[in-house]
């Protein structure tokens, strides 16, 4: 089974920004590991990484034409994007929602997702780890 790892705007800064909220990890330390983790559990895990919402919307339709399993950390698009959101919904993809913040605990505006009610679950506020546990979802799905 292939998995993949979608990450929106500014997450290519990771480790450098606001690391007391986001932590220290790079964005490719953090693709390592679930690359690394994906092998141990026997899925094929693809991670891709952009700031452009068509990009975004591209790379969920193509997963959901493949049959690919999406973990989705939409960044700041997961309280703006309705594009997002129609991708998710209309690719019919298996997408499990994931940040490493917990936004509910954040900014008022933070707390509004227009992905979760399209999404098959949410991870969020184990910084790095809400991914490995999507995946680890995604792997007993699977077993199903």
């Known amino acids: 089974m292939k998995v993949l790892v979608l990450n929106g705007p500014n997450l290519n800064l990771l480790g450098r920004r ?4 986001y932590g220290s990890l790079s964005l490719a330390q953090i693709e390592e590991r679930l690359k690394t983790l994906g092998r141990e559990l ?6 891709r ?17 493949q049959g690919v399993g999406i973990i989705l950390n939409a960044g700041a698009y997961t309280h703006t994007s ?5 991708a998710v919904a209309g690719s019919r993809a298996v997408t499990v929602e994931v940040h ?4 509910h605990a954040r900014e008022s505006f933070r707390q509004v997702s227009l992905l979760s009610g ?15 546990l999507a995946l680890q ?4 799905r699977r077993e199903k």
């Open 18 to 21: 606001e690391p007391e909220l």
């Open 42 to 47: 026997g899925l094929e895990v693809d991670c």
């Open 49 to 65: 990484q952009s700031n452009h919402e068509g990009e975004l919307v591209d790379a969920i339709q193509e997963a959901g034409e």
């Open 82 to 86: 309705v594009a997002l959101r129609d």
């Open 100 to 103: 490493l913040t917990n936004p």
């Open 118 to 132: 399209v999404c098959a679950g949410l991870v969020a506020g184990f910084g790095w780890e809400s991914y490995a």
């Open 137 to 140: 979802w995604f792997a007993r």
